[in-house]
């Protein structure tokens, strides 16, 4: 039941507002999520197709396709097992191409030291970068982003929190140029 979740909410992801049905074949091949939401029937194969096609397009820099690598490695679900490091470096990629659910689950790692070590300046960054990048939603992802912003700040002596406010600007401006 946990890997069904993950693939649906991976893919909706991915794909959510991307005319799933018209999307043209790629150089990654045809996008699976067609055939499951076009089928009453999912493949035996599915999870290992859409994981394919996923790594395909994230490779090729979709920020998307990214973060949905970031969370199939961090909970180990749809093939790989759990992996924090391939899960950051996958978010990683993600939040350097201005995905903001990326941000927030890089400043999650490391303010609770899931797969690196407990780091509150690089959580107060990535929960700092989260906020700007987010949108305001019904989820409530962009006020949480600054909530945990606050939490970790709480941490840092006055020197680490400035250092930490002088970076978060600094990445801000590296990423939304790169945009």
Request: contains cysteine; aromatic residues 14%; hydrophobic residues 35%.
């Amino acid at each position: 039941m946990k890997t069904s979740v993950i693939i649906i909410l991976c893919f909706i992801s991915v794909y959510a507002g991307y005319g799933v049905a018209s999307e043209k074949i790629s150089e990654c091949g045809q996008n699976p999520t067609t055939e499951y939401l076009t089928s009453n029937l999912q493949s035996p194969d599915f999870s290992k197709r859409w994981f394919a096609y996923t790594k395909c397009k994230a490779e090729k820099g979709d920020a998307e396709a990214q973060l949905s690598m970031g969370i199939i490695y961090r909970d180990g679900a749809d093939g790989p097992p759990q992996n924090y490091i391939e899960a950051k470096n996958w978010f990683l990629k993600s939040a350097e191409n201005g995905n903001g659910m990326a941000m927030y689950n890089l400043g999650l790692m490391f303010f609770e030291g899931r797969g690196v070590d407990t780091d509150y300046v690089r959580a107060y960054t990535w929960f700092s970068l989260a906020a700007s990048f987010l949108p305001e939603d019904g989820v409530g992802t962009r006020n949480r982003a600054f909530e945990y912003r606050n939490r970790a700040a709480e941490k840092l002596n006055p020197s680490q929190l400035s250092g930490a406010q002088e970076y978060s600007s600094k990445k801000y401006h590296q990423i939304d140029q790169a945009l």
